[in-house]
């Protein structure tokens, strides 16, 4: 397969896939051929894995080029015959810059910010022990904190799933 720039027929992106992928899926297209290639500059290699679809909205393109419902990707059940649809299925992106000591913060404006809100709730779970000649009372308790994380990416999040 040879893709050529119609301004300049000299720049060409080749991939050596199968006639019959129809190029669908996932494709590496090296572009050592493309004048002024702006998508490579920089980079070791001038060859880029390229995913084509001619999937449907609400539908994942499979590494193959085959398609399956965006609700089957990340289920942990495998559907493409490839098992892309289970690949990088990662729930939770954080930076490199991304240090758990540092508090979160939220921005009031362009210049302003303001340390984030922490819900606090504690369950009292059991009363273990009253010591009433000590003045001691031991409880067994859960403390769950949320707030609202703006240094964290999520991904791959289903709607109505525990």
Partial sequence: WVLRDTKDPGSKAVSSALESSLLLGMQVFD???VKNDRCTTGLASKKVRVKLTSCQDGQ???SDGSCVGMRQRCDQLVHCRDASDEQDCGLLGLEGSYNRKVPPIISINA???SPAVVDISIILMKVV??????H???FQFSAELAWRENRAM???LKQDTS
């Fill in 31 to 33: 572009f050592a051929d």
């Fill in 136 to 138: 001691k009372i031991q």
């Fill in 129 to 134: 022990s009253i010591n009433e000649v000590n």
């Fill in 154 to 156: 999520f991904h791959n």
């Fill in 60 to 62: 994942f393109t499979c």
């Fill in 111 to 113: 210049t302003s910010f």
